[in-house]
């Protein structure tokens, strides 16, 4: 079983940034593709950023790209997500996510991630 848990987020005025975390424990990490998405209420939860499982690529949300940044440390068996620049649109439930196989998978695909975190909200004021 593996759990993951993500920290770091919290209220920011807008042009701040914040370093979101996620940690894993039960299984390790590396072999698999992870991401981040967000969520409000009332809204469908939408992708933010995703990683390849060597860190080799990563796959960006047009509306964060140039200002978010995701990145991976296996050895730690942990992602980020580096936000800069926020705007109030990126208010959100943050949560990360394990994909469901070690293959290739399709970035912004719900279905492709199996193991989801409890998220951490992010509020980004105006």
């Known amino acids: 079983q593996v759990q993951l848990v993500e920290s770091g987020g919290g209220l920011v005025q807008a042009g701040g940034s914040l370093r979101l975390s996620c940690a894993a424990s039960g299984r390790t990490l590396s072999a698999y593709t992870m991401a981040w998405f967000r969520q409000v209420p009332g809204k469908e939860r939408e992708f933010v950023a995703s990683?390849?499982?060597?860190?080799?690529?990563?796959y960006y949300q047009d509306s964060v790209k140039g200002r978010f940044t995701i990145s991976r440390d296996n050895a730690k068996n942990t992602v980020y997500l580096q936000m800069n620049s926020l705007k109030p649109e990126d208010t959100g439930d943050y949560c990360c996510?394990?994909?469901?196989?070690?293959?290739?998978?399709?970035?912004?695909?719900?279905?492709?991630?199996?193991?989801w975190g409890q998220g951490t909200q992010v509020t980004v004021s105006s």
């Open positions: 990683i390849t499982r060597n860190g080799g690529r990563s």
């Open positions: 996510a394990r994909a469901r196989t070690t293959a290739w998978a399709t970035p912004a695909a719900i279905y492709e991630y199996e193991y």
